[in-house]
């Protein structure tokens, strides 16, 4: 079965990946321009905390749950396949879970090591790998292995999905320094319906930018030789439409249950894109939410209210490549 996201504010976004070039007046489309072989490494780090109250003992399908997520990665990108659908660009990526044993086994290699006849079955060990396909008209398709990792590398490995494709988003004919746009984006698989994502975004303006250097122990060393970016503010408010009184989805109504309340929240995303290649160099993710829900049976027995505050914290940081003689 074809497997499709689709990407919102804080949650799991639709990607495409056309070339980054200037147009008339000024405008930049920024997308990232790939080739096949292409590899580049992101660091991801990703906290958020979630507290729920309840007040009943009455446990509804499909409920939320509290919890704390804390995690960083390093993530290896690999650029599979290029084709032309329709003529849309159609991108096969692979992604690498990449453990700091590694590359620090990397590091001490020599320029040309001999061959160690273990050492894809040493690798295979540490290897958590998914891939993805990405097309021009916003769409994820054929996700493989996501659900290998856990839940706290699965909503960081998202997160950075979110911000490598969020220019999905912006104006198809391109942007240019100081203009504004707006965009509106539903909110699925919440406990109330009629959520979406009221996004205003600017393009603030260019300045100097560069991918980090990292050290064998993982640690951040300061910028590589600059390039320049794209500096893009992105503001996300979530609105309901639906009433406080019925706001009940789909799959709660098949279970004979009911929702009512109200859900708030609001993201801020400040991103770095270079110009050169469309690369996220940099960006980072502030959000807040919070819900006030009852559920309920539909003729108001077993109700259970929940009250729910979330808050969270990621960022995406490009790495620079290794030096040469290491992978």
């Known amino acids: 079965m074809k497997k499709t996201l689709r990407l919102f504010g804080g949650c799991l976004l639709s990607v495409a990946i056309p070339c980054a070039a200037h147009d008339n007046a000024d405008r930049v489309v920024l997308f990232p321009k790939l080739s096949v072989g292409q ?53 096969r990526l692979r992604t690498r879970i990449v453990e700091l044993d590694i590359i620090a086994a990397d590091a001490a290699k020599p320029a040309n090591p001999p ?42 490995w998202q997160e ?35 959520l979406s994502w009221e996004k205003e975004s600017e393009y603030v303006n ?51 249950l009911r929702t009512m309340g109200i859900a708030k929240g609001k993201n801020e995303t400040i991103a770095y894109i270079s110009l050169k290649t469309g690369l996220v160099v940099r960006a980072t993710d502030d959000a807040n939410q919070s819900m006030n829900v009852i559920v309920a049976k539909t003729d108001g027995s077993n109700r259970v209210h929940y009250i729910i505050d979330a808050e969270s914290h990621a960022q995406v940081l490009l790495l620079a490549e290794a030096p040469a003689g290491h992978p």
């Open 39 to 91: 590899t580049f490494r992101y660091q991801i780090g990703y906290r958020a905390t979630t507290n729920m109250n309840t007040e009943s003992t009455v446990v509804a399908p499909m409920a939320p749950t509290g919890g704390q997520t804390n995690a960083t990665l390093l993530l290896q990108v690999e650029v599979d396949d290029l084709r032309l659908d329709a003529g849309r660009t159609v991108v």
């Open 115 to 156: 061959p160690d006849p273990n050492g894809a079955a040493k690798s295979a060990k540490h290897e958590k790998i998914v891939g993805f396909t990405l097309h021009a008209d916003g769409q994820v398709t054929d996700v493989e292995g996501l659900d290998k990792l856990s839940a706290d590398q699965q909503a960081a």
């Open 160 to 194: 950075w999905l979110a911000r490598f494709g969020g220019g999905a988003s912006f104006p198809e004919k391109g942007i240019r320094p100081g203009e504004k746009w707006k965009a509106e984006e539903p909110i699925p698989n919440a406990l109330l319906t009629g």
């Open 206 to 256: 260019d300045t100097p930018c560069g991918p980090m250097k990292i050290t064998p122990q993982g640690d951040l060393g300061g910028e590589q030789a600059q390039g320049k970016c794209a500096v893009i503010l992105t503001t996300a408010i979530m609105k309901q439409k639906s009433s406080e009184k019925d706001a009940t989805p789909e799959d709660y109504k098949l279970h004979d």
